[in-house]
């Protein structure tokens, strides 16, 4: 198993031998080899051919490949050197193949167009929170589940305190961060239990992407500052000049007894909220209990770029596989795809569904609902579009009032 998530045979597999004598009697029989792959577990089809579907990469390759129907079918016939008066045996296919992982399969895919595509910078930020979390899933349930408005809550609204968080549960340390209380949190997750709550806020916790800690001010240069647990003693140091303070009331103010314990969301995670990264994690949520057999397998590939050289063409929001749907999807929130240059970006999404032969074009919003005037400026542009392959242009959908409990497509 490679990093990304891509498998390999570890062993050629034996000979594909034909069991009936009277038809392995005829030397120049070739016939086809079906490999079955787990289901769901690897794109299928979608014209994926030969070199890519190999275990390794050889200068000249044995035989040839696809991807088929359940998984892969190669030719039995050895193409590569063959002596002549090799044994019958020695002269079939004995190939070693590999499964590609959503994100290998869709480089492979850009490569035939003379593309790659890599993460974004945006899907670099959500890979490092995901790997931070434990896995793509658990960043998803956290940054796209029932803690995200508390999480948003986080980008303060206003430097004054009072403004930003009038029932008290929050600080702003400047006039967009903030930080919050487990009470503050409760309150923006009304949804969920407090046990659960605590549940969510312990994982994060323990992944570093939240940070408990406390908002105290130094008494030489009286920056406020929030200042983790893992830093805090009976002295403590000024992130900013460097001055060793102690932890009394003069530090935290109020209350008057203790000082109270405030939760910080990881700069990174910060960074994903403040350019609406969470929209396509909300997306991403909302699929996976929309596909059509529950235990089926789902999987996903956030903020992909594709480049030509150096240039980049089009960035995907997301791609998902499923239920042997691929798609491709757009997350917007309230007010964006709007403008003169909307057309325009409408067509780039168009081309990157046609590379990845996409059965489905998906355009997600936060927003109550899409714009009768949106929806057919996408369905128009879709019908324009000239490079569909010969099945035609995607399904097209749209999904509204993403992070709603009850979103609707
Ligand atoms: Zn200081």
Not at 56 to 71: D, I, K, V, Y
Not at 283 to 298: C, D, H, I, P, T
Not at 310 to 327: A, K
């Amino acid at each position: 198993m490679a990093e990304d998530g891509t498998s390999r045979m570890v062993a050629p597999l034996p000979a594909p031998v034909l069991v009936n004598s009277e038809l392995a009697a005829h030397a120049d029989l070739e016939w086809q080899v079906d490999v079955h792959w787990q289901p769901n577990h690897a794109v299928r089809r979608r014209g994926l051919d030969s070199r890519e579907l190999f275990a390794e990469q050889l200068p000249f390759m044995p035989t040839w490949a696809r991807s088929s129907r359940h998984g892969a079918t190669y030719g039995s016939r050895r193409y590569d050197f063959v002596l002549a008066g090799t044994r019958s045996e020695n002269t079939l296919a004995r190939v070693a193949l590999r499964h590609l992982s959503l994100a290998a399969w869709v480089r492979a895919k850009a490569a035939e167009h003379d593309l790659s595509a890599l993460p974004s910078d945006a899907g670099r930020r959500t890979s490092l929170l995901a790997g931070m979390l434990g896995g793509r899933r658990r960043y998803v349930d956290l940054f796209g589940g029932p803690l995200l408005p508390a999480l948003r809550a986080m980008l303060a609204t206003s430097a004054k305190s009072n403004v930003a968080y009038p029932d008290g549960e929050g600080v702003s340390l400047s006039s967009t961060e903030g930080v919050l209380t487990f009470a503050g949190i409760c309150a923006r997750t009304a949804d969920l239990a407090l046990a659960d709550v605590r549940e969510y806020a312990d994982a994060a916790l323990r992944a570093g992407v939240l940070r408990r800690g406390m908002v105290l001010r130094c008494t030489t240069c009286e920056q406020k500052q929030f200042q983790t647990v893992d830093k805090l003693g009976q002295r403590w140091r000024c992130a900013r000049c460097d001055a060793l303070n102690d932890l009394d009331r003069h530090a935290w103010k109020l209350p008057a007894d203790e000082p109270t314990w405030f939760y910080d969301l990881h700069p990174v995670g910060r960074h994903v909220l403040s350019e609406h990264g969470e929209v396509s994690a909300l997306l991403s949520a909302y699929l996976r209990k929309q596909r059509k057999e529950q235990r089926g397998a789902f999987i996903d590939l956030e903020e992909i770029v594709f480049l030509q050289g150096n240039r980049p063409q089009v960035e995907v929001d997301l791609v998902v596989y499923t239920d042997d749907v691929l798609t491709v999807a757009e997350c917007k929130t309230p007010g964006e795809l709007t403008g003169k240059e909307r057309k325009r970006e409408i067509l780039k999404k168009c081309r990157a569904a046609a590379w990845l032969r996409a059965d489905r074009l998906l355009f997600a919003t936060t927003a109550e609902d899409w714009t009768q005037a949106t929806r057919i400026l996408v369905e128009n542009a879709v019908a324009s579009f000239s490079e569909w392959g010969p099945l035609g242009s995607p399904q097209v959908e749209f999904v509204a009032g993403l992070g709603r409990m009850d979103a609707e497509v």
